[in-house]
């Protein structure tokens, strides 16, 4: 089965700093690679999405990936109390005709004041 | 305004008892999704559909069925062969592919509880 392995957390950070998450994935074959930030009982929201190799900036927000070595990470700079939440990798998954996404267990990040 | 619907946003099941959750998109999408999400752990694929009258099973389709009769709607039946349906079920839909770049869009979810 295709996985996409995380660190469950959670990850300490104070405020203003950065915060840096990872995330691995087995398929080679992969295309499309997403960050969903999700709130205690609420639903996944995008953050990224990133398909190439390299950097994506969005505001505060960096997507890192390299697929050489099967690796998808994400940095928030000047982190905030409100960017406290759990970050969930989401890796698609394309067989035969259909698409579909693999999602991490996620990792919880806390901002400290 | 466009976006995914999901009914009831709590419900509890009996021992035994069959629960239908609902789904309906007004985004004209054609695939749809269902996961399940237990506490402090990622999104699990149940069941997906890319047209009207076909749908396919995820990684844990054990215990659950669909229907696809409409291209607004894809509700989730929870039987009573699933033993341990407690969790936090959420509805996706997307137009195209994921590789095209195309967002998400989930539903505001729906807690199952076995009383």
């Known amino acids: 089965q295709k996985e996409v392995e995380q660190n469950s957390g959670p990850l300490s950070v104070p405020e203003g700093a950065i915060a840096s998450l990872n995330c691995t994935y087995s398929d080679r074959g992969s295309q499309s690679f997403f960050w969903y930030r999700q709130y205690s009982g609420k639903s996944p929201e995008l953050i990224m999405s990133?398909?190439?190799?390299g950097d994506k900036e969005d505001g505060r927000f960096t997507a890192q990936l390299n697929k050489a070595s099967q690796y998808v990470s994400l940095l928030i700079r000047d982190s905030q109390p409100s960017d406290s939440a759990t970050y969930l990798c989401?890796?698609?998954?394309?067989?035969?005709?259909?698409?579909?996404?693999?999602f991490g267990t996620g990792t919880r990040l806390q901002v400290t004041l | 305004d466009g976006g995914i619907t999901q009914s009831p946003k709590y419900l509890f099941r009996k021992e035994g008892q069959n629960v239908t959750l609902s789904c309906e998109q007004n985004l004209n999408h054609d695939a749809m999704y269902w996961y399940r999400q237990d506490p402090g752990q990622g999104l699990r694929l149940i069941y997906y559909?890319?047209?009207?009258?076909?749908?396919q099973k995820g990684d844990i389709a054990e215990g659950y069925s669909v229907s696809r009769e409409k291209k607004e709607s894809f509700p989730l039946t929870v039987t009573s062969a699933q033993k341990n349906p407690t969790a936090f079920y959420l509805c996706a839909s997307i137009r195209g592919h994921w590789s095209s770049g195309n967002t998400i869009y989930f539903g505001e979810g729906s807690w199952l509880t076995v009383v």
């Open positions: 559909s890319q047209i009207v009258n076909d749908f």
């Open positions: 990133i398909y190439s190799n």
């Open positions: 989401a890796v698609n998954d394309n067989t035969g005709t259909a698409s579909k996404l693999t």
